[in-house]
C-alpha cells in the first residue's frame, strides 16, 4: 500500500509540530513546506485538513502560527491516515467495468484483510511517539515566531 503525498504531507507536518510544540514553539506553513520540500500550497491544503480534523491549531497575527493539539499528540498514525486517506477499497474491483472475476474472487477479500492489518500496526503509534526523544535533523531550522519563546 502506497500512502498519497497528500497524507504523507499531513503527517510530516504532524511530526514538526509535535517536536516544535516541545519547545513551546508555533511555526508557519512555510516552514513546514520548505522543511519537508513541498509547495507552500500542498502543505497549506494539508493543514487545513488536520486542523479540521482537531489535530492542528492555527492562530493568525504576530505571534501566530500552527501548533500540535493536545488531540494531535494523542492521535495514532493508523487514525490520522484513515482519515487523510479515506477508506477506499486497495484495487476498484466494481469500477466502471466490474471484473468479471468478482463473483468467485477472493482477491478483494485478502487485500481489504491485509489493509486492516496495516492499519491495526500504524494504531499502535501516536504522533507523539514518532518525535518523542527523536532528534529531527529538519527541526533545527524552524523559526521561532516572534513572542512564543518559553511558551
Same mark, same amino acid.
Given at each position: ?9 499531513? +503527517? ?7 517536536a516544535?510544540?516541545d519547545?513551546?514553539?508555533?511555526v508557519?506553513t ?7 520540500h513541498a509547495?507552500?500550497?500542498h ?12 489535530l ?5 497575527? !504576530? ?16 487514525q490520522?491516515v484513515? !482519515? ?6 486497495v484495487v476498484?474491483?466494481?469500477?466502471? !467495468?466490474?471484473?468479471?472475476l +468478482?463473483?468467485a ?24 511517539d514518532l ?11 524552524l523559526?521561532l ?5 518559553? !511558551?
Amino acid at each position: 500500500m502506497q500512502l498519497t503525498r497528500f497524507t504523507d504531507l499531513g +503527517l510530516r507536518a504532524l511530526m514538526l509540530l509535535a517536536a516544535a510544540s516541545d519547545d513551546g514553539r508555533r511555526v508557519t506553513t512555510r516552514s513546514i513546506a520548505t522543511n519537508v520540500h513541498a509547495s507552500e500550497h500542498h502543505v497549506a491544503k494539508a493543514v487545513t485538513q488536520l486542523a479540521e480534523l482537531g489535530l492542528v491549531e492555527s492562530q493568525r497575527g !504576530r505571534g501566530g502560527g500552527l501548533s500540535l493539539t493536545a488531540q494531535g499528540r494523542t492521535a495514532t498514525v493508523g487514525q490520522v491516515v484513515r !482519515r487523510l486517506e479515506g477508506d477506499a477499497d486497495v484495487v476498484d474491483c466494481v469500477g466502471t !467495468r466490474p471484473c468479471p472475476l +468478482l463473483p468467485a474472487c477472493r482477491l478483494r477479500r485478502a487485500l481489504a484483510d491485509a489493509k486492516e492489518a496495516f492499519y491495526r500496526e500504524l494504531d499502535g503509534h501516536t504522533i507523539g511517539d514518532l518525535t518523542d526523544n527523536a532528534v529531527l535533523p529538519l527541526i533545527s531550522s524552524l523559526p521561532l515566531l516572534p513572542g512564543t519563546a518559553g !511558551r
